[in-house]
């Protein structure tokens, strides 16, 4: 019971992945009860071993970020629903055409095309 208790308590901590998918390894670390340096340092050995042992991380560029998922799935808990991103029915828009924010490359194209 204790141990529910505890994981319950572990679990209220935790942010929610759908919302906060990803931390910094220090705020992670402290989830953890780890210091900067020991949670840099399972952090990157989460990325040398590809996910065999450590604090679950990715690397974007010279950033590390801690999945916050994976948190949820070393504590042994189950994290919150997936996001529903699935696109809304074709009949709850105007025409029945779904509408695209436009692109990089489509913005770029539009611009040229302006000249």
């Excluded at 901590?13 to 840099?40: N, T, W």
């Excluded at 070393?74 to 009949?91: Q, S, V, Y």
Aim: one cysteine or more; glycine letters at 12%.
């Amino acid at each position: 019971m204790i141990v529910a208790l505890l994981f319950a308590m572990f679990a209220a901590m935790l942010p929610d992945p759908r919302s906060d998918p990803f931390l910094s390894v220090e705020a992670a670390g402290k989830l953890c009860g780890l210091g900067r340096s020991k949670a840099y340092e399972q952090a990157r050995r989460y990325i040398d071993s590809n996910g065999a042992e450590g604090l679950p991380a990715v690397e974007f560029g010279r950033t590390i970020r801690v999945v916050t998922a994976g948190l949820w799935k070393i504590a042994g808990l189950e994290p919150p629903g997936e996001p529903d991103t699935r696109t809304a029915p074709e009949a709850d828009h105007p025409g029945g055409e779904v509408l695209s924010l436009p692109t990089a490359a489509t913005a770029k194209g539009s611009a040229r095309g302006s000249d």
